[in-house]
């Protein structure tokens, strides 16, 4: 179960306390005032450790930035920017304060990229090229190519050559001619005309670490501030040289103090997690069953007698102790089939974020319980009623690597993950799960973000969640939130989209929806052949629009390509949320549909391609790239194209965005399978949206099947 919204502060919040969790000291490069690794304003060389995900904010001067950025690969990095620089029209007549003018404090949002071409060695340095604010209106825009080489451990020194802003202080030349930032500009597109040209200038910079806690750092920044410094006189730029002290309370966190431009003080605060830290926060987790060793055939025939399987309640009564071992570690017996020889069990997990821990704990209870003549087991999960792939393993490898060193990676030779297929026996299903209820209350926090007027809004509420379960796949599920403080309702400025409002009156929702029915749906997964599987849901699929979902997904279990469709009719709700649709001119239903592709590349990373039509009537392709940990956190960004103009778009210019989903348990400090989602678009706009259904196809198969298995099969022996 997911939190679909996007708190920005939740999010910083979030990050902030993962980030305190002490772990392993050692030295990482820090971080500068544009949350990249870097100097004090100027960039450095160095990358941080794959998969690290930072927050920053910081400022100086009237100029605060707050960042979010991730070490992509070893090499590869990015980062999403949102600047405010106040007094933007102090300077200007009352008669230009208009457009962006209009604002006492000028808003901007900005997306980087760098890559680190070489890595230091021993006589050579690190070397990166980095393309600052390539997507956004450019008041932040600059290249740059940078050295940095270590003389000691702790003694650095970092230069480089910087275009764009970093090219306007002390410049050396120029490569011919660049485009001068437009503040009025809609943005949001690439802009390549600009890469690496106009004037260039040299910076430099030192930075020394005495301890693992302490770092001083002096630079020359090739910065000029012409922008704020010079005719918007937000401050005065006196000089290139900037100075800062910073300390780390732990290596998650990083605090510094500086003086810059020879006319300010800064401050900035950065916070860094790895993804892969799943250790470092002390899990409380009751202990899997041992592993119970059948006796010898020799010693004791008569144990592995095959003649129990012919007593007509052994099903019920083996099924029945296996529940006893697995209800503390939240997996339900879904069915269960029996030969004398060997076993299929199947599952449904309400716990572990990790399925091949589950799987594992399973494997353990059918080795506790099932008789000595058992040397099979065939462990299926179960989705939504939906069997998703079969685990099969020897019962005499798990008695054999139970306690061998590294025991996961030796016994996944051994096992094999396969389609479903027929099940072995007879399955006897397990009468008391179906129908079945539960329920759970929640808070949430919803947010309204980059707002030129108002940049943070929030909600604060309660959410009431239930789901009856009626029969295998007949899923009937709800929600209801109940606000209790926020100003979301304050953001009713009319939209000026020249296309179907589709998404743009979000905030007349949040106005007139204090107590709204979120979701209210009848859903069907099945399974209609092998590596085949379907969704149809009905009702009120989100707070926007009810309608009818349909979806159909080909997914072989251990490949790395799937295919799918899905086709959407949506009608858009009445702004109070309760029953009913809006009516006369206000009514607006579409037809949507896609066709979708997704690959997965290994090493954590999936690429998803859907084309088709948006709820806006607009027809063009998403492309979605995403990285998912073994502990369950995942980092994506996405962008979508199609035939709508940059102008009728807006601002923007097209959809895109940056996704992060962190699973609780790091948080919680107990497994469990809820995770908090976060979707960060620069804007909401009505080009590129499609319909927010909850129960997708892909991603609730994702963990369950070969491939998922294996990134998580660490955890089966826990």
Do not use: C
């Not at 939906?386 to 393993?393: H, I, S």
């Not at 778009?649 to 348990?665: H, M, Q």
């Amino acid at each position: 179960m997911t939190n679909p919204h996007s708190p920005w502060p939740g999010l910083l919040a979030g990050v902030a306390l993962l980030a305190a969790v002490p772990g392993a000291a050692q030295t990482r490069p820090t971080l500068n005032f544009y949350g990249a690794s870097g100097l004090i304003d100027m960039p450095s060389a160095e990358a941080q450790r794959d998969g690290v995900l930072t927050a920053s904010t910081s400022f100086f001067g009237g100029i605060g930035r707050t960042t979010l950025g991730f070490q992509i690969t070893p090499r590869l990095s990015a980062s999403f920017r949102y600047a405010g620089i106040r007094d933007w029209n102090a300077t200007l007549p009352e008669a230009e304060r208009t457009g962006v003018n209009a604002f006492d404090t000028y808003y901007d949002r900005s997306f980087d990229l760098r890559y680190q071409i070489l890595s230091e060695g021993r006589y050579r340095p690190a070397l990166a090229v980095g393309l600052q604010d390539f997507i956004g209106t450019g008041v932040l825009s600059g290249e740059y190519i940078v050295a940095t080489k270590h003389l000691t451990r702790e003694l650095a020194l970092t230069a480089g050559l910087g275009w764009g802003r970093l090219g306007s202080e002390g410049d050396i030349g120029r490569f011919g001619d660049r485009p001068a930032f437009i503040p009025d500009s809609t943005g949001g597109e690439i802009n390549a005309d600009q890469w690496f040209r106009g004037r260039y200038a040299p910076f430099a910079g030192i930075e020394w670490q005495p301890s693992q806690r302490w770092a001083l750092k002096a630079e020359y920044s090739s910065d000029a501030y012409e922008v704020e410094s010079g005719a918007r006189r937000v401050f005065e730029h006196r000089s290139p040289f900037n100075f800062g002290v910073e300390y780390r309370p732990n290596p998650g966190v990083q605090l510094g103090v500086y003086s810059l431009h020879g006319s300010e003080f800064g401050l900035a605060v950065h916070f860094l997690i790895d993804p892969r830290d799943r250790a470092s926060v002390g899990l409380v987790d009751d202990a899997p069953v041992p592993i119970r060793p059948r006796p010898p055939r020799a010693a004791n025939p008569g144990a592995w007698s095959p003649d129990w399987v012919g007593q007509p309640d052994a099903n019920r009564l083996l099924r029945g102790n296996m529940q006893k071992v697995l209800t503390d570690s939240g997996i339900h017996i879904e069915a269960l089939a029996l030969t004398s020889e060997a076993a299929e069990l199947r599952i449904r997990n309400t716990r572990h974020d990790a399925e091949a821990q589950a799987i594992g704990r399973t494997a353990r209870a059918m080795a506790w319980a099932l008789p000595a003549s058992v040397e099979r087991f065939e462990i299926v999960p179960v989705v939504n009623g939906v069997p998703t792939a079969r685990v099969v393993l020897r019962r005499a490898d798990l008695e054999r690597l139970e306690f061998a060193p590294d025991a996961a990676t030796a016994l996944r030779p051994q096992v094999a993950i396969t389609e479903v297929g027929p099940p072995l026996a007879p399955l006897q299903p397990d009468p008391a799960l179906y129908p079945g209820f539960s329920w759970s209350l929640s808070p949430y926090l919803r947010t309204s973000l980059f707002d030129p007027e108002e940049p943070l809004r929030a909600d604060l509420g309660l959410r009431l969640r239930g789901q009856y379960r009626v029969a295998p796949g007949l899923l009937l599920s709800g929600s209801v939130t109940q606000k209790l403080a926020g100003n979301i309702d304050e953001a009713q400025s009319s939209s000026n989209s020249v296309l179907p409002h589709v998404r743009s009156d979000t905030g007349r929702y949040s106005a007139e929806g204090e107590t709204a029915l979120e979701r209210l749906t009848a859903t069907w997964y099945a399974r209609p052949a092998d590596a085949l599987y379907s969704r149809v849901t009905l009702g009120y699929l989100e707070r926007m629009y009810g309608g009818a979902s349909a979806e159909l997904l080909w997914r072989p279990v251990n490949s790395r390509l799937a295919l799918g469709a899905e086709v959407n009719y949506a009608r858009k709700r009445g702004f109070d949320q309760r029953f009913g649709f809006l009516r006369g001119d206000a009514a607006y239903d579409v037809v949507t549909g896609h066709v979708s592709a997704y690959y997965d590349f290994g090493d954590e990373f999936t690429a998803q391609l859907d084309v088709g039509r948006y709820l806006a009537g607009d027809v063009g392709a998403t492309l979605s790239l995403s990285r998912q940990f073994a502990n369950g956190w995942k980092i994506g960004a996405f962008a979508t194209k199609t035939d709508v103009s940059a102008e009728d778009f807006g601002e923007g210019s097209f959809d895109k965005g940056i996704r992060l989903e962190i699973p609780l348990t790091v948080i919680l400090g107990q497994p469990t399978r809820q995770t908090s989602a976060y979707t960060l678009r620069p804007l909401t706009r009505d080009g590129g949206a499609r319909l927010a259904v909850e129960g997708r196809l892909y991603e609730m198969l994702q963990d369950h099947q070969g491939r998922g298995l294996d990134r998580q099969w660490g955890r089966f022996w826990k």
